[in-house]
């Protein structure tokens, strides 16, 4: 639904919100901040600010389904706000336009503002549980390719969405750190394997899904409904020690090549804002199977997605993070309402809070891979940087940073804030 909160002309008296990149008041984004020794409050982005929703409750300034929603994002969590469903969310979002519109008869207080950069982010909601998909063609093709040269796609892909249950309770928020894992790995000539850290440590782009009500255990979220148990999404990053990963994967698929750190961009750009830059789906290429009815449905998103690195070497000579790879969301063969309505079909339950990851989003071209296996053909081509220095894998001290950005002709483009993680030394084995 499209309303005066995606109006392209609308502006906000905080003035950095004006012409931000990310937070314009077009977006107005949810996340957990704390500042020094207080406890972590649900706050809204606008612009380098972020506004603590329950000081306006405090202040009397919401009423009805916003006073409701805030109530909900009292404490530092968002699932309960996300279990709502979309009214109270957008209710809230009409009120939050209000109090921060060039324009608005009533104004948040302005001592509700603090800048972002003062703060900590903590993870929006408590994740009861993980999944992530394998949504992106071009990324499982590749990976086929390189995994299985005769046999690239196995023949299930077209027919049902690819997932694994991951690990919630190891998911972070932007800038934790990636301390590097170690582990079992076996080079294809080796006899056996060895032990130690993993020397081909990955990062993969995907979106984060947020659930909003879930599905009680037993019964299906259908297709057509799905889109309302969305309540957001966010950048996330699937770290992959690939070496691990190449010698256990097989036949469970991954374990303990990605459940050591998942980085997820800290703010939920809600399905309200993402409204005005959904797209349909792009349709599949002749030949391919059309989804099983249970699976007909869905949109796209409009998200054009950035990776980049940074060295120590480009932080101390202060070069800017070098971009890796640019691509669409409009990449992925499955849309967000699919993956829904898949991971209930057999009556598992999602819960509010819970994260989906889509699977890897390349572009069909090299310059959109979203994994360095991808742009380094399996660690054999080393990347150039900027700084005449090289990478196939990351190493130590290296940065990497998601950006993402929904855009819409005639709209103002909304951004999600980093997905960041740098790459610290595995601990000593003793
Ligand atoms: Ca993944």
Redesign the pocket.
Known sequence: MIDATHDPEASSWVASANGHPDFPIQNLPLGVLSYGTDSPRVVVAIGDMALDVGRLLSAGLLEGEAALAAQMASGQWLNALFAMGAGPRRALRTRLFALLSSKGRDRAPEDALKPIADGIVHLPAFIGDYT???AGIH?AMNVGKLFRPDNPLLPNYKHVPIGYH?RSSSVRPSGAPVVRPTGQRKSPDGDVPVFGPSQRLDY?L?LGVWIGPGNQLGSRIPIASAAAHIAGLSL?N?W?ARDLQAWEYQPLG?FLA?SFITTVSPWVVTSEALAAYRLPQPPRPDGDPAPLPYLAGGEAYAIELDVLLETPAMRERKLAPHRLSRTEATNLYWTVEQLVAHHTVNGCNLQAGDLL????ISAPRADGYGSLLELTGGGKTALELPSGETRTFLQDGDTVIMRGRAHAPGRVSIGFGECRGTVAPSPPVS
């Not at 990851?357 to 890897?360: I, W």
Request: charged share 30%.
């Open positions: 992530d998909f394998y990324h991951g993969e995907e996330l699937d992959s991954p990605k990851g889509t699977g890897t």
